[in-house]
């Protein structure tokens, strides 16, 4: 069973910038999409940002601009570098690491709080 591992998050005020990083028990990155999602209370849980086996990166119109998601195979580590942070950006925030070929396997962190104050 593969297992992610989130870290990075915190709190910091508005305008600021975090990185976070997820680890991978394994190598899976070059052969898996990854991606980052969040939950804010009371609000379902959205992709911020996805980065495919192949590169190819997209984000949340609500991110674009200030958000970047890359990753480093060797490390089997993806990143988000989240630049002017603001408040509407606090949520827990999970990573996700999922294939489709026959099946469709998919594995989750355990999330990580970002707050980010006014």
């Known amino acids: 069973q593969v297992q992610l591992v989130e870290s990075g998050g915190g709190l910091v005020q508005s305008g600021g910038s975090l990185r976070l990083s997820c680890a991978a028990s394994?190598?899976?990155?070059?052969?898996?999409?990854g991606g980052w999602y969040r939950q804010a209370p009371g609000k379902q849980r959205e992709l911020v940002a996805r980065?495919?086996?192949?590169?190819?990166?997209n984000y949340a119109d609500s991110v674009k601009g200030r958000f970047t998601i890359s990753r480093d195979n060797a490390k089997n580590t993806v990143y988000l570098q989240m630049n002017s942070l603001k408040p509407e950006d606090t949520a827990v925030y999970y990573c996700?690491?999922?294939?489709?070929?026959?099946?469709?396997?998919?594995?989750w962190g355990q999330g990580i709080q970002v707050t980010v104050s006014s």
């Open positions: 996700n690491a999922n294939r489709r070929t026959v099946l469709f396997t998919e594995y």
């Open positions: 980065i495919t086996s192949g590169g190819i990166t």
């Open positions: 394994e190598s899976i990155f070059s052969i898996y999409d």
